[in-house]
Structures are given as structure tokens and as C-alpha cells.
């Protein structure tokens, strides 16, 4: 069988701020023809992504700024994250690609089946979700969690993958995270009160690049960021993706 070249960067610590970064960086340098790109990940300390666009009221922020979480704006839309133990994944490919041109789920469905695959061998069963959980879970509230669409995964009860993207002339970006709600201690900067929250991904990053893998027929080989790469990534830190001392500032922008 013939095996698709993708490139990977695999990080298991990463700063949010350079995470984001080096995704927008990869979505506008691709060109048509290139190979796709998986980064993979795990936030290096807990905190709170926000979707583009997103705003937050006052009082989530006065939580958020008492906890000492660092915020980080996505290039990709969506709602707030919590990360703690999560994995999260960025998806960069080139256009055309594959049928992603054909609509907003291709690329989610090609996300979910490598994902679904991986939590599975794991020992945690999932699927889509059902129609009384999508009912349940409406879209009120600021966090990811509030809400979960067809093209997503549930266990357990439980929202366990998130994906969102942005598109531009030559490339599509998803992003997303596996088993988005983070720990406990974590929920009530949300909902407080509330006393749940997601376990923890009970994957490693390897068994997600292996899903990816074996579900796509794909081979991976290592992707060098050169010095121009990392010039313009450290810029986008400093001039986009950087919350300095408040997250304040950064919904401001």
C-alpha cells in the first residue's frame, strides 16, 4: 500500500503562546503540493485558550486573573478550553487537499476517525454524540464543553475531542484537543459550582501519531523549522499570541 508523506513536530511541552504561533505560521506558509503537517502537543502548564474572536465577561476574568492561568488566543474559532493533561493537534494542509474543499466536515471527520481509532485501542470507547447530549449540551456558556457538534467525540458522557479551523487561500488549519476539559480544580473558573470536568487523555502522543498513521495510510518524517520559520514564529509570539502579565490585554487586541 502507498503511504502518504505528512511532516510532524511532536512537542511533549510546549508554550500555548508558541503553540498558536507556530500553527498560524505553518497555515500561511504552505504552499499547493507541499506535504501536510501534524504538530502535536501537551501544554506545558495549565491554562485557557479562547477561540478568535472570543470575548469574556468580567467576572470570568477577575477568575481566571485570581488562578493564574495564562491565556492564549487560537487561530481557529471555537469557545474557551481549559488545558491541564490534554493532548492537543494542529492539522496543516495545503489546497486542494483530499475532499476538504467540499465543506467544513472532511477535515473533522478525517481528524475524528484517527482519534476515535486511538481512544478505542486505548480502552476508552467513544463515537459521536447522541441527539439528547447535543440537546443537553446547547451552547450556553463560554467553554468548549458547553457545546459538542456531529463531527466531534463523547464519552462517558463526556465531550473528549474538540476541533475547530480557519481557512485561507492556500491552506486549511484544524485545530483541536483530545479530552478538552481540564482538571477539576480547573471547571469552576467556568461554571462555578459545578463538580465536573474531564479526565485526563488516557493517550500518549505517540498513540496518536501511530492512529493517524495507520487509519490514513500515512508516513511521517520530522519537520526543521529553518531560521526564517523561527524568526517569523517568535514574532507572531510577541505581537499576537503573548498575554503578558493580563489576560486583559489580550482580549483588548
Known amino acids: 500500500m502507498k503511504h502518504e508523506i505528512w511532516r510532524l513536530l511532536f512537542a511533549e ?3 500555548g503562546s508558541e503553540a498558536m504561533a507556530l500553527d498560524d505560521h505553518l497555515l500561511h506558509a504552505i504552499r499547493p503540493g507541499e506535504e501536510p503537517i501534524l504538530h502535536i502537543w501537551r501544554w506545558d502548564r495549565p ?13 470570568l476574568l477577575n477568575r481566571i486573573e485570581a488562578a493564574g492561568l495564562p491565556v492564549v488566543r487560537r487561530p481557529t474559532g471555537g469557545k474557551a478550553v481549559l488545558h491541564g493533561t490534554d493532548i492537543s493537534y494542529a492539522c496543516v494542509v495545503p489546497r486542494p487537499y483530499r475532499d476538504w474543499d467540499e465543506g467544513s466536515g472532511p477535515p473533522y471527520e478525517f481528524v475524528a476517525r484517527a482519534v476515535a481509532s486511538a481512544l478505542r485501542r486505548s480502552g476508552l470507547p467513544c463515537g459521536p454524540p447522541s441527539e439528547s447530549m447535543r ?19 463523547a464519552a462517558a458522557g463526556g465531550k473528549v475531542l474538540g476541533s475547530a479551523q480557519k481557512r485561507v487561500r492556500t491552506g486549511i488549519l484544524v485545530q483541536g484537543t483530545i ?10 473558573l467556568f461554571d462555578p459550582g459545578s463538580a465536573t470536568a474531564g479526565a485526563p487523555s488516557p493517550l500518549n502522543l505517540q498513540q496518536v501519531v501511530d492512529a493517524f498513521r495507520r487509519e490514513h495510510s500515512i508516513r511521517f518524517e520530522p519537520l526543521a523549522l529553518g531560521r526564517g520559520a523561527t524568526r517569523s514564529i517568535a ?13 486583559r490585554q489580550l482580549l483588548k487586541e
Do not use: F, T
Open 235 to 247: 514574532k507572531l509570539v510577541v505581537e499576537r499570541y503573548r498575554s503578558g502579565d493580563s489576560p
Open 135 to 153: 440537546a443537553e449540551l446547547s451552547g450556553n456558556g463560554v467553554s468548549c464543553g458547553a457545546e459538542i457538534y456531529p463531527h466531534e467525540l
Open 179 to 188: 479530552s478538552p476539559l481540564g482538571p477539576a480544580e480547573l471547571a469552576s
Open 13 to 15: 511541552s510546549q508554550d
Open 47 to 59: 491554562a485557557i485558550s479562547i477561540g478568535y474572536g472570543q470575548s469574556l465577561d468580567s467576572a
